[in-house]
């Protein structure tokens, strides 16, 4: 239904409901039946919810201390306050004054078109407002995502990547870390595997998703699309719908983006290996977030807690790249439940080769658990950053299968 013959519809139930006002007067009342309430419902429940989104918008943009925030909620509710008391103020009149007085009281009432009117004009303004706030590349950052990822391809081999600001910082604590900045050079030719990492910081049913690609004879390479905080900012998932945050993409070594998180921050964290997969596949995973690199570079975007968040855009970019093979799934939405996911698709390996019973996703879920692994683990090597990164990565996969890629022999050929 269109705002215009959604509102037509509502002046029309109120011009039907004044009528039925002044045949009260006369005990002239006509009966309506259930569709008539249910309607009535459904149209005050929707004005409702335009006014709460408006209002969500206006005090996540511009703070509870502003005073436009003050004053834009003044006139939101007012005016919806005023028009839904319209909408039932004779009845209320009648019942409660002499019909003389009522009669009188009515016909100096406000009319609903006008009210109506008022209150479209406001959520226009106010939705218009929020239509045109545009992302900024230039804010007060926090540190570890004052950086924007780029790279360069060799010209004479397309598969050599250089990339610059791979993040490699030192975490001391949750919030406070010795920066550093790298540059970094992989080779697409050498991909071997992708690992799916989830942070457990709510609760079950949400996680932060990150993907890590994994080379032969080097150390792997995480990748994570996150909002883009300013400081002083903290994270909120009703922000988040709201066009609070820009997005961000991070790359980074293991030990500082997942490190960070299951140290520092005390999350729980857990890797799963992604079997069944071509070169082809993980390649084109890959290059996926070069293109990534690539728009947010060229223009910044918003992050959405629904619709473009840290998990249901890996989904979007994997299922081009693999289509049936990865069906729509309400757990692209529940990222806690990614693994599980993954589980019943048949895309984790079933066991190590030693152990003949395949495993539960209760016994994944055990095994995967990354905390218990690197418990006291020491990344502030000042020595050799890349050998530190290289003993968290390996601590981090201990007792997991590593699957080999599908078509590994033919590469190897």
């Not at 139930?13 to 009260?24: E, N, R």
Request: with cysteine; glycine share 4%.
């Amino acid at each position: 239904m269109s705002l215009r013959n959604f509102f037509s519809k509502f002046l029309s139930s109120l011009k039907a409901d004044h009528s039925g006002s002044a045949s009260t007067s006369n005990d002239t009342h006509r009966p309506r039946n259930w569709r008539h309430y249910i309607v009535q419902f459904l149209l005050i429940i929707a004005l409702i919810l335009s006014a709460l989104w408006l209002l969500m918008a206006v005090w996540y943009q511009l703070g509870a201390t502003s005073p436009m925030t003050w004053l834009a909620t003044i006139f939101i509710i007012g005016s919806l306050t005023a028009l839904l008391s319209n909408r039932y103020w004779p009845k209320l009149i009648h019942k409660v004054l002499p019909k003389s007085v009522a009669k009188t009281v009515i016909n100096h009432h406000m009319s609903s078109k006008w009210l109506a009117g008022l209150y479209a004009a406001i959520w226009l303004i106010g939705a218009g407002w929020f239509v045109s706030l545009s992302p900024q590349q230039d804010r007060d950052w926090q540190p570890e995502v004052s950086q924007r990822l780029s790279y360069e391809r060799d010209a004479n081999n397309p598969d050599l990547i250089t990339f610059t600001n791979i993040r490699n910082f030192d975490w001391h604590t949750s919030e406070d870390a010795t920066e550093r900045w790298e540059t970094r050079t992989v080779d697409m030719s050498k991909l071997s595997g992708v690992d799916i990492i989830n942070s457990y910081w709510m609760g079950p049913l949400i996680a932060h998703t990150l993907v890590s690609f994994r080379f032969e004879d080097e150390r792997p390479l995480s990748f994570s699309l996150e909002i883009r905080k300013e400081n002083g900012e903290s994270f909120s998932s009703l922000g988040g719908l709201f066009k609070r945050y820009e997005l961000s993409l991070i790359a980074a070594e293991e030990r500082d983006i997942i490190y960070t998180r299951s140290n520092a921050r005390g999350e729980q964290v857990y890797l799963f290996p992604v079997s069944n997969l071509k070169q082809s596949e993980v390649k084109s995973l890959f290059e996926s977030y070069l293109t990534v690199a690539d728009e947010l570079n060229a223009e910044p975007a918003w992050y959405n807690t629904l619709t473009s968040n840290c998990t249901n855009i890996i989904f979007y970019m994997a299922r081009i790249i693999s289509g049936e093979r990865l069906p729509w799934d309400y757990r692209i939405w529940a990222s806690g439940w990614l693994p599980n996911y993954l589980y019943e698709i048949g895309m984790l390996p079933k066991a190590p080769k030693e152990e003949a019973q395949p495993w539960s996703m209760d016994t994944w879920y055990e095994r995967a658990h990354i905390n218990p692994k690197v418990r006291g683990f020491d990344n502030q090597s000042n020595v050799d950053a890349s050998a530190n990164s290289s003993e968290f990565s390996t601590q981090i996969r201990q007792d997991l299968p590593i699957p080999m890629l599908t078509d590994a022999n033919k590469i190897a050929d």
